[in-house]
Nanobody, 116 residues
């Protein structure tokens, strides 16, 4: 059974930085892509960034230039460096892992709160 564990969230002032981490464990065969989604209160869960096994990245327009996604294939880990944080970045951030084109179950998420 696959388990995703996110960490690194917290409370930060606007303009600050945070680094999120996600480690996948369990029986995982051939991870194709990993990424981050986020969900603000009362809103849908939206894509933040993804990275393929080959290193191709994709970002939401709202975070491009401020966030950087990276991964460590050997450890099935993915990271999200967030800089110049804005109030609207406040959300629960979820790690996503895709194996064979199928998204594995979400982790518990990590709360990011940006204050003014």
């Amino acid at each position: 059974q696959v388990q995703l564990v996110e960490s690194g969230g917290g409370l930060v002032q606007a303009g600050g930085s945070l680094r999120l981490s996600c480690a996948a464990s369990g029986s995982i065969s051939s991870i194709n892509m990993m990424g981050w989604w986020r969900q603000a209160p009362g809103k849908q869960r939206d894509l933040v960034a993804t990275i393929t096994i080959g290193g191709t990245t994709r970002y939401a327009d709202s975070v491009r230039g401020r966030f950087t996604i990276s991964r460590e294939n050997a450890k099935s880990a993915v990271f999200l460096q967030m800089s110049s944080l804005k109030l609207e970045d406040t959300a629960v951030y979820y790690c996503a892992v895709f194996s064979g084109g199928v998204r594995l179950p979400w982790g518990q998420g990590t709360q990011v709160t940006v204050s003014s």
